[in-house]
């Protein structure tokens, strides 16, 4: 655990490693021309009154490599490709590190090997884990190959379905490249489902491997009951929910809005987002699959006014397109979600300089113990403030 590099805060006290998060949203903002900038309190989750730091992660990707006495499962050491062993990582649930070590003994006993970079030999690549808050998981086995020898595929399944009651589903993903990218185009499902049922928000939410969910579900129940009380929505409202995944923020707004529109990139996460909206009977909810810069400029040509956006981009933020449709559309309010303070600060330097202001923004410790911090921020458009 030492080698892998996942959790630099271990050695801190929980309170320290708050100020610390704290300190470094506000230095971002600084940096970017925020010095007014208020940060509130980070929020953090208590469960019988103990800040929950461990086993909170709902998502394990593990790759693999061939060890002196059998397969071995972990991490990559930071900034490399190198595998350093690990069935025990502090911030998953006890029941994945259980899993992976039974998959590498199943891998040995049926002759899987582990992938190779370095040749481009060998076959299992990565061990992918994803699990509801109701324990029930999903498990992914990356493979250079097509599918497994029938004999390995069936005592896999048969093996771990009768240790692992808790699985919903057993998946291959097929990924032949000689890349950096975890997961090829193509699943195969050998047994169950090929993807999971959680509960978010009072929603249901089906998830395929593909889609992005967050990994904290605590957290994330958390983090988005911030970025609704912050987007005042009223019943007469259409929100524009871009960067939306399977449309957990966009259908957890749906009740209180006129009607909302999610956008999204990849098509399996829109596919995922429509059936959500099904699955909640929510009718007011339409999907788009775009480039979220792009979809809002369009949107705004066709005289579409959103009057709340919600953004929640990758690390890299806001692009020029999505920037410009924002001050084009100039909503009412706008609700940012964020993962990466440095580029929240910088987007949201451009997006004060173009008649909006900031009003509030509030760390969110989704990560515990590693250096990752979200942030909700909350602008008004200045005619409104
Ligand atoms: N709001 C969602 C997802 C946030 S993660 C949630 O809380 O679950 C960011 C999402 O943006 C991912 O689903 C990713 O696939 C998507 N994405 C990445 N680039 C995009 C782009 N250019 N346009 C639209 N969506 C994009």
New binding site residues.
């Given amino acids: 655990p030492e080698a892998c590099g996942g959790c630099v805060y271990r050695h801190l006290k929980y309170e320290d490693e708050l100020i610390s998060k704290h300190s470094r949203v506000e230095k971002a903002f600084r940096q970017a021309g925020l010095a007014d900038a208020v940060i509130r309190p980070v929020l953090t989750v208590k469960r019988d009154g103990e800040h929950i730091t461990k086993g909170y992660r709902n998502k394990g990707m593990y790759p693999v490599r061939q060890g002196k006495s059998g397969m071995e499962a972990g991490f990559y050491a930071a900034k490399t490709h190198k595998v350093i062993p690990c069935f025990d990582c502090a911030l998953q649930p006890d029941f994945f590190g259980e899993l992976v070590r039974e998959v590498c003994k199943l891998c040995d006993k049926y002759r899987v090997t582990a992938y190779d970079e370095e040749t481009g030999k060998g076959t299992l690549r990565h061990i992918y884990l994803r699990c509801a808050a109701d324990g029930s998981t999903l498990l992914t086995l990356v493979i250079n190959d097509v599918k497994l020898p029938k004999p390995a595929a069936e005592g896999l399944v048969h093996e771990l379905v009768g240790r692992f009651p808790s699985l919903c589903g057993i998946l291959l993903n097929v990924n032949r490249e000689n890349t950096n990218v975890v997961l090829g185009d193509k699943f195969v499902t050998l047994w169950g489902k090929d993807h999971i049922e959680d509960t978010l928000c009072g929603l249901d939410f089906r998830l395929s491997p593909r889609?992005?969910?967050?990994v904290n579900h605590h957290q994330?129940q958390r983090l988005?009951e911030a970025a609704i009380s912050q987007a005042e929505i009223t019943k007469n409202d259409t929100v524009l929910?871009?960067?939306?995944?399977?449309g957990?923020?966009t259908l957890a707004m749906a009740g209180a809005a006129g009607k909302v529109i999610g956008?999204?990139?990849?098509p399996q996460?829109v596919e995922d987002a429509r059936d959500n909206a099904k699955r909640n009977g929510i009718e007011n909810a339409e999907f788009l699959c775009?480039?979220?810069?792009l979809?809002a400029l369009e949107l705004e040509k066709q005289g579409i006014k959103a009057d709340v956006v919600v953004v929640?981009?990758?690390r890299k933020g806001l692009?020029a397109d999505t920037i410009e449709a924002l001050h084009k559309m100039s909503p009412r309010r706008i609700v940012y979600?964020s993962c990466d303070p440095a580029t929240l600060a910088r987007d949201i330097k451009y997006l004060t300089a173009g008649g909006f202001a900031l009003q509030s923004a509030t760390p969110v410790d989704l990560f515990p113990r590693t250096a990752h911090v979200e942030t909700v921020v909350q602008l008004v458009k200045e005619t409104e403030v």
């Avoid at 956008?263 to 990849?266: A, D, G, K, L, S």
């Fill in positions: 889609s992005f969910y967050q994330a988005y929910d871009l960067y939306c995944g399977v957990t923020i956008v999204e990139v990849i996460a775009a480039d979220a810069g979809a929640d981009p990758p692009n979600v």
